[in-house]
């Protein structure tokens, strides 16, 4: 049901109900979540990613549950799969009201002076081009619905760590992409905003806090307590809790919401 607040429709039911919403960079963490929560608060979702068989794997969870979603193998590298990953959008849904770019690179975890340029290149070109390509290409389709961009960054733009310095180039050209474009696509009605999450407690990060455990001959539980003990709350967040505050910048409820940063990381980290 929509409600009419002043002069902004609201929904007072599901926040995603009757919304599409296309999601690229579909894997099985983070990705995963926010098709899932995004499907489960009302949203029909487009999965695209370069691998079909993990985005058939989510697609399926989705329809399980009762929730629409088709797949759309997509790498957002190249124009034409972006193209038509649009073509299949419209021509599934008729219309697209979010779009979420989560791709990424894996960072090099090298100083950049012993950083090979072509490693930081290809990071460029997947999170910064691809994920210009994919805003480019769908604006004209969100701009019909005064849609939402929710772009996924990192909470690497916080801190200066050693070993994380090409992934932070990667991931400040983004917020900085990101912010401009706000900008220049408000008066078309549509925002632009970035989630930061910090450590994500999914498999990947399990299985890297027993590689740390084992290295330094303590428990994986005694390495996530001292990585927790860091932030406000104690813990980490999980998947699902970034997922939702995904879901909320792309739903009416954040309608005067852009060209913003929202951290999602238990309070490690204050912005």
Not at 72 to 99: F, H, K, Q, W
Not at 105 to 112: E, F, N, Q, T
Not at 210 to 239: C, F, H, M, N, W
Request: aromatic share 6%; proline share 4%; glycine share 8%.
């Amino acid at each position: 049901m929509t409600a009419q607040v002043g002069s902004v429709p609201v929904t007072s039911g599901p926040l995603l109900a009757d919304k599409v919403v296309v999601v690229g960079g579909v894997g099985p963490g983070l990705g995963r979540s926010i098709c899932l929560q995004a499907a489960a608060a009302g949203a029909s979702v487009v999965l695209a990613a370069r691998t079909e068989e993990r985005l058939r794997a989510v697609a399926d969870e989705i329809t399980a549950a009762g929730g629409n979603a088709i797949v759309v193998p997509t790498d957002i590298t190249v124009d034409a799969d972006v193209d038509r990953l649009v073509e299949a959008a419209l021509t599934a849904y008729g219309r697209v009201d979010a779009l979420v770019n989560n791709a990424f690179a894996l960072p090099s975890m090298k100083p950049l002076a012993r950083t090979d340029f072509a490693h930081i290149s290809s990071s460029l070109d997947l999170t910064i081009l691809g994920g210009l390509r994919m805003t480019k290409a769908f604006t004209e389709a969100l701009a019909a619905t005064d849609g939402s961009i929710v772009m996924i960054n990192s909470m690497v733009v916080r801190h200066s760590e050693p070993r994380y310095g090409s992934y932070k180039l990667a991931k400040a050209a983004l917020l900085a992409m990101s912010e401009s474009l706000a900008t220049e696509l408000g008066d078309q009605g549509i925002r632009v905003n970035s989630i930061l999450p910090g450590y994500i407690w999914d498999d990947q990060l399990k299985w890297y806090f027993g590689e740390v455990a084992t290295k330094y001959g303590i428990s994986a539980d005694d390495v996530y307590a001292q990585t927790a003990a860091k932030s406000d709350l104690k813990r980490l967040p999980e998947p699902d809790e970034i997922a939702r505050a995904v879901v909320f910048l792309a739903s009416p409820w954040a309608s005067a919401i852009t060209g913003q940063t929202l951290d999602v990381n238990c309070g490690e980290y204050h912005n």
